[in-house]
């Protein structure tokens, strides 16, 4: 993947092919069900998605997707079982390709983080 200046998510996934790509896209929609009205963008010359704020990011690696954020503890704490079996730093997760995507999981991670960013807003609101 040679090209780093990319203006729209559709750009960054046509740099990939076959099972990468479509993986990637499943991400995509994992989280677009999620957060239907989150702005895609890219970030980072990465998907990202913003609503009250980042969201999520993912990426793809040679051997991996990456789902990616400045994970709170609390998000951690929350899915640690599930994540026992993933490479997890406090701002990435790695997804290895060679396992079945867990569409689910990521679903409930975005959830989790729509919920952190509108309850973050909405006690910005309320100090206001």
């Not at 609390?74 to 079982?81: G, N, V, Y």
């Amino acid at each position: 993947m040679a090209k780093t200046d990319f203006k729209s998510v559709d750009e960054y996934q046509n740099t990939f092919e076959g099972d990468k790509k479509a993986r990637l896209q499943a991400v995509r929609d994992a989280i677009r069900a999620v957060a239907p009205d989150a702005e895609e963008v890219i970030s980072y010359q990465i998907p990202a998605y913003k609503h009250f704020g980042f969201l999520v990011y993912y990426s793809g690696a040679t051997s991996h997707i990456s789902l990616s954020y400045p994970f709170s503890e609390a998000l951690l704490s929350e899915f640690k079982t599930d994540l026992a079996k993933y490479k997890v730093s406090k701002s990435a997760i790695q997804m290895p390709d060679k396992d079945p995507l867990p569409v689910d999981l990521i679903k409930r991670i975005v959830a989790f983080r729509v919920q952190e960013n509108e309850l973050a807003a909405a006690s910005k609101q309320k100090k206001k």
